[in-house]
């Protein structure tokens, strides 16, 4: 017998390496990084902002395709590009090109799974949407010739197709029932009218005309700033203002009282749908709310520990006496950009104790965008361009300074900016033997987790000089 399980032991592998010669392996491995370029083209050539994002210039000129005939074309070419990425066996494959595969077979199966919801139908809020999304572009694209001027007022031109096509896809939800909350598309009509009602030579998207690179004569920087604020007069606010009557006059009215997804059709199931995409898991929403009930009431008593600790018997004396404490509340939008930079400089400084892969790219500290600040965390990162043109952003709401408390700052710079995000997602794309794959809804739990785990390097840093700071999470 021992013989017996002894002989299979060396003639099952050599059925396994039979079975799968080098060459044939060698042919699955091409096979695999082939189909996922392609895939990685595919995405480039329809979502060209994403690919503007990323730095990747070849569709500068063109906006997203919103229309239900690119968003069913879409589905049919998801559907396609899944069985081919099934039908290649990774027996044998390296373990990450295995796991290259199972992350984009999930990506691709959660995609066609999420479309019984029609998440387009429902395309807006005060955090998303074209409305609040085509202005942030400005802040990540990168305008070093003529020709990038160019590209841009050819978008500026093409909004209101896009507008259009958003307006469509809102219609149908609309019908279907499928509406966010109203209170919140009462802020979108803020936030819409605000732009349309903002003079073209002061909109958003007429910054880039504010200042040009030396490379760029005198003749064409007057021919471009005037031709791209004509865009944003005769395109973009005539746009925006048909956006914000639609909103306000039929689609804000119908918005649904109850905020949550259960007020939706078939709301507990799309609820379930987006925990388990989110999460990785499939424990059920309830599941997941018991977790964190079971965090909330760790941290709160680690909380009551710290505050007892400075001398209060509880939470709500000492939050009544740090919002009474102007020493702990900013004083200008200029306060929290340059403490922002200070704790994200002084941890740069710890970075080589700590880590072994470091970035390359640096991380910069912008503030959030006035058009949006109402609305917008208190801090959240942007990624910088995987050919390092362009480094990392950490957005910062400066916002109503005089009410927004310093002691979440520090945290913050680490979680949103470094080490956090900014290490998790740079040294991600600086790594060469990684493919190309779509960015981090793939794994949004461990994304957020990441960021939080990377965060909490601050405590063992020892760059906190006192309890206070431990007590406020991070504001992103």
Not at 304 to 316: E, I
Not at 357 to 378: H, I, Q, W
Not at 433 to 441: D, F, K, T, V, Y
Request: proline share 7%; hydrophobic share 40%; with cysteine.
């Amino acid at each position: 017998m021992r013989f017996l399980i002894c002989l299979l032991a060396v003639l099952i592998p050599a059925t396994v390496a039979a079975a799968n010669p080098p060459a044939d392996l060698a042919a699955r491995r091409k096979a695999l990084n082939d189909l996922l370029h392609e895939r990685w083209e595919y995405t480039m050539r329809t979502s060209p902002i994403y690919a503007s994002i990323l730095g990747d210039k070849r569709y500068n000129d063109k906006l997203d395709d919103f229309s239900q005939q690119a968003i069913d074309d879409d589905l049919e070419q998801t559907r396609l590009f899944l069985s081919r990425f099934e039908a290649i066996d990774t027996t044998g494959f390296p373990e990450q090109e295995a796991l290259n595969k199972q992350l984009m077979v999930r990506d691709l199966k959660m995609s066609l799974e999420g479309a019984r919801f029609k998440p387009w139908e429902m395309p807006v809020n005060q955090s998303s949407g074209i409305h609040i999304d085509a202005p942030q572009l400005v802040s990540v694209l990168s305008f070093e010739n003529v020709k990038d001027y160019e590209d841009y007022i050819t978008r500026l031109k093409l909004l209101p197709v896009l507008f259009d096509q958003t307006i469509v896809q809102m219609r149908k939800g609309m019908a279907a029932g499928l509406m966010p909350p109203k209170i919140l598309l009462e802020k979108v009509v803020t936030q819409a009218n605000g732009i349309a009602t903002t003079a073209r030579d002061q909109s958003p998207f007429a910054h880039p005309f504010d200042k040009f690179p030396e490379a760029i004569s005198e003749a064409d920087r007057k021919r471009l700033r005037e031709v791209g604020l004509a865009a944003i007069r005769d395109s973009v606010i005539p746009a925006y203002v048909k956006f914000t009557a639609f909103v306000r006059d039929e689609y804000a009215p119908k918005g649904r009282a109850e905020p949550g997804a259960w007020a939706l059709p078939d709301g507990a199931a799309w609820y379930a749908f987006r925990v388990k995409e989110s999460t990785t898991t499939n424990l059920s929403p309830d599941e997941i709310h018991q977790i964190g009930l079971e965090q909330v009431k760790d941290i709160e008593s680690r909380m009551l520990a710290v505050a007892k600790q400075l001398g209060y018997k509880d939470m709500k004396g000492l939050n009544a006496a740090v919002d009474a404490d102007p020493k702990l509340h900013a004083h200008s939008r200029q306060e929290i950009l340059d403490l922002y930079r200070k704790y994200i400089d002084q941890m740069y400084t710890r970075l080589p104790q700590m880590f072994g892969r470091l970035p390359k790219a640096r991380l910069e500290v912008m503030p959030v965008e006035e058009f949006r600040e109402k609305e917008a965390s208190g801090a959240s990162y942007v990624d910088g361009t995987p050919d390092g043109s362009r480094p990392g952003h950490i957005m910062v709401n400066t916002g109503d300074f005089a009410k927004r408390s310093l002691l979440d700052v520090e945290t913050t710079a680490y979680h949103e900016g470094v080490p956090g995000h900014h290490l998790q997602i740079t040294i991600a794309q600086e790594l060469p033997e990684l493919p190309p794959l779509p960015p981090a809804r793939i794994l949004h739990g461990l994304y957020r987790r990441m960021g939080a785990v990377l965060g909490e390097t601050r405590q063992r840093s020892r760059l906190f000089p006192g309890s206070l700071q431990l007590l406020w999470p991070p504001a992103g």
